[in-house]
């Protein structure tokens, strides 16, 4: 199940099954969305990207949904794995403004 | 090769010190950017530069001071360091178009 409070909101799912990852984005301006994946003590790593002229994009095993009407995004992950546990977090961004603004993350726990 | 590589890993210093982490980039990109990760894993933009020039400053407080020699190198300087600087560092690279990150691995930054 998820949790959400004053901690990093925790998505645990059992390993087969699928993960589904939300987000709410800020700015109704931003035109380019990333997912990254956070190991623990490593650097954020890019899993999959979309515009805003699409609302969905598929990649090996990840798929992501962009619904800009309520501004949402989601990283759904298909047969989750051990390896997929790590800190996810939503990244967006308008184009020429060189900034990405970050989500608060979900930390994905995959059950053995 | 690493492509993104920053110096230290880990950095503990007592308050009142001045301290730098080094970045550096082989990627070719031309925009590179400084985040803050606090405990809370939320990642936060600290400074952006583009062909060595700043383009982001995000209200960071005057100690903190970055510097770009090149298009390859941004580092950062702190002085004065605070028990709140406390934090992860991660250093970031950029292709023209602002489209995906690569980061480094993170330096754990700790005032005593």
């Known amino acids: 199940g998820e949790s959400v409070g004053l901690h990093l909101p925790t998505l645990s799912v059992q390993e087969g099954d699928n993960s589904i990852i939300n987000c709410a984005y800020s700015?109704?301006?931003?035109?380019?969305f990333i997912w990254y994946k956070q190991e623990s003590g490593k650097g954020p790593q890019f899993i999959i990207d979309i515009r805003s002229n699409m609302d969905k994009r598929q990649g090996q095993r990840v798929t992501v949904l962009l619904n800009k009407t309520v501004k949402h995004l989601s990283l759904q992950i298909a047969a989750t794995q051990p390896g997929d546990s790590a800190v996810y977090f939503c990244?967006?961004?308008?184009?020429?403004?060189?900034?990405?603004?970050f989500g608060t993350g979900t930390r994905l726990k995959v059950l053995a | 090769d690493t492509a993104v590589s920053q110096t230290p890993k880990y950095l503990v210093t007592q308050m009142g010190n001045d301290k730098s982490i080094k970045c550096e980039q082989n990627l070719g990109h031309d925009t590179m950017y400084w985040y803050k990760q606090d405990s809370k894993k939320f990642l936060k933009i600290m400074f952006s530069?583009?062909?060595?020039?700043?383009?982001i400053n995000e209200t960071v407080p005057n100690r903190f001071s970055p510097k770009s020699p090149d298009k390859a190198h941004l580092n950062l300087h702190i002085n004065s360091l605070e028990l709140g600087d406390s934090a992860v560092y991660f250093c970031a690279s950029s292709p023209p178009g602002n489209y995906g990150y690569t980061f480094g691995s993170g330096t754990r930054l700790t005032v005593v």
């Open positions: 530069y583009n062909n060595k020039e700043l383009i």
């Open positions: 700015n109704s301006a931003s035109d380019y």
């Open positions: 990244a967006e961004t308008r184009s020429g403004t060189y900034k990405y603004i």
